[in-house]
């Protein structure tokens, strides 16, 4: 069975532009959650889809970023305009019922010059 | 603010050592999980504890949850050099939120 998988795993953009993370979870996983890392923090909790649904997004740190799980599949996260504080490590995890076990993807590291 | 305390931030040990990782809060969780990271990729799960002052065992790791659901600790026995790695904590609430420790980075030497 696939685990999740992250889309890109590196990306280097400038302030200013816009990049977009892809997050495929495990098939037939319901739960798919985003968290961030920024470099020396704890990884902290952006958002939960339950399928295509938000039920939490009170992570999310400001407007210029916008989470969606078009068909409750996968999940995008874009950053736009991107800004230096943006950098970091985005995960994504995926598990099969609420309270389940979450299986976290590899991380796509974000670097905003 | 930090939820969750975790020390030591570092620890180098020789192999065959014993060590203890704490993960320490002032709230209360309803469960904690205890998570292992090695470098490109993500948190992988070790064990999950939920009654308060439940032990768990995982060969030679010991994972213990506080009486009060507020800290826990991680020791392991006779370390190998394949426990190298981020150990990090997170704590379960009400309103479904994880909240993760800043982690413990351990390096055990040959």
């Known amino acids: 069975e696939a685990g999740v998988t992250q889309f890109p795993s590196h990306s280097v953009i400038e302030k200013g532009q816009t990049v977009t993370l892809r997050c495929d979870p495990i098939?037939?996983?319901?739960?798919l959650y985003w968290y961030r890392r920024v470099m020396g923090k704890e990884i902290k909790f952006l958002l939960h889809?339950?399928?295509?649904?938000?039920?939490?997004e009170s992570g999310m740190p400001n407007n210029r970023f916008l989470a969606e799980r078009t068909g409750g599949t996968y999940s995008t996260l874009k950053v736009q305009p991107a800004e230096l504080e943006d950098s970091g490590v985005y995960f994504c995890?995926?598990?099969?019922?609420?309270?389940?076990?979450?299986?976290f993807g590899p991380g796509t590291r974000l670097t905003v010059l | 603010t930090q939820l969750l305390e975790q020390s030591p931030q570092f620890l180098s040990i020789q192999e065959g050592e014993n060590l203890t990782v704490y993960c320490n809060s002032s709230s209360v969780f309803s469960s904690l999980q205890w998570y292992r990271q090695e470098p490109g990729e993500g948190p992988v799960l070790l064990v999950t504890?939920?009654?308060?002052?439940e032990v768990k065992k995982l060969k030679r790791l010991t994972f213990q949850f506080g009486d009060a659901r507020k800290d826990s600790s991680l020791h392991i026995t006779a370390a190998q050099t394949g426990d190298t790695g981020l150990y990090l904590c997170a704590g379960f609430r009400p309103g479904n939120q994880f909240y993760f420790g800043t982690g413990t980075s351990l390096t055990v030497i040959p």
């Open positions: 889809f339950v399928k295509e649904s938000k039920q939490d």
């Open positions: 098939s037939g996983h319901d739960n």
């Open positions: 995890a995926s598990s099969l019922n609420l309270g389940n076990t979450q299986y």
């Open positions: 504890v939920v009654t308060g002052g």
